[in-house]
């Protein structure tokens, strides 16, 4: 949902054992976007003693964290920004504080995007604020500060030094602002890949009145999973591409007939067609001989 507030108007180990310890005294944070996420994590930063500005124009702050009244606002003083506002709003948000920030700050973003998103927000700060491409690497409710994070640009050791000491997980990768990016949308294929077939195939067996039994399956074969099961699933859609490719054909004409649209069913239809039509030699996945 597109923020007025944002609008342009120009084109460590210890600490997970111990707990986390109380904040350096001086540091400031500052969270953009306080809604699931940002405030999860805006709260359990002031927790530890940390002074913390907070600004949403739809999201009241959590106990402990300041109220601002503007990106700009909540910035002012801070020694770190936090950006949480949705990845359509963060470059708005970064442009919006900028003439706020004191040279040199780190501008963590912690939004979901591409990588050339990250990459345009260190752009856009032209050296006035040092921005940190951070991904969220698990949902944060019930981590809150702990959720896994991996850090990437010249900065971010510099971030993990700050974050770390106050319980946060976070995993300095090499790499230039938008590596963390990279990482963290290559996993989302899979895991978002992978819900969008189960609700799919759940969906049709509704609709086919046999729910109970495929969920039961799926259950089954989650448990089962184990080190080979990634190996399996690569040379097995390999080796068997043509049969699977009829199939995934014959399961998309059921949803069909079901009424249910056969998104995935003929996205994996079209990958076996892929692999069936590759020239001898080439019906192997290189990174996993």
């Known amino acids: ?14 600490a997970e054992k111990d707990g986390p310890e109380r904040a350096e005294k001086g540091v400031v944070f500052a969270v953009l976007g306080l809604g699931e996420a940002g405030s ?5 930063l002031a927790a530890t003693g940390a002074t913390v500005h907070g600004f949403d124009p739809r999201v009241d702050p959590p106990a402990g964290v300041g109220r601002r009244t503007s990106d700009a606002d909540a910035c002012r003083d801070a020694d770190v920004v936090l950006s949480l506002t949705t990845a359509h709003e963060a470059l708005a948000a970064l442009r919006q504080a900028l003439p706020a920030c004191r040279p040199g700050i780190l501008w963590a973003d912690l ?9 345009a927000l260190r752009d856009a700060a032209a050296g006035r604020v040092e921005v940190v491409d951070v991904a969220l690497m698990a949902p944060v409710p019930g981590r809150g500060l702990r959720t896994p994070m991996t850090a990437g640009g010249d900065r971010a050791t510099d971030f993990a030094a700050v974050l770390k000491p106050l319980g946060a997980k976070v995993e300095v990768i090499d790499g230039p602002v938008g590596a963390a990016a ?3 949308l290559l996993r ?16 049709a067996a509704r609709a086919a009145g046999l729910e109970d039994w495929l969920a039961a ?6 448990a089962r999973g184990d080190d080979s099961t990634l190996e399996r699933i690569v040379t097995g859609s390999h080796t068997h591409a043509a049969r699977r490719h009829d199939e995934m054909s014959a ?5 069909d ?10 996205a994996s239809r079209d990958w076996l067609a892929d692999l069936r039509d590759r020239p001898t030699g080439e019906n192997r996945n290189s990174s996993m001989e």
Do not use: W
Request: aromatic share 4%; net charge positive; glycine share 2%.
């Open 217 to 222: 399956n799926i259950r089954d074969e989650f």
């Open 182 to 184: 990279t990482r963290k």
């Open 251 to 255: 399961a998309a004409d059921l949803l």
């Open 111 to 119: 939004n979901t995007s591409a990588p050339a998103l990250k990459q």
């Open 40 to 44: 999860h994590i805006a709260a359990d």
């Open 1 to 14: 949902m597109k923020n007025p507030e944002r609008a342009e108007k120009d084109s460590p180990e210890r």
């Open 188 to 203: 989302s294929v899979f895991y978002k890949g992978m819900s969008a077939a189960v609700l799919e195939a759940l969906a």
């Open 257 to 266: 007939e079901l009424g249910i649209p056969a998104r995935v069913a003929r």
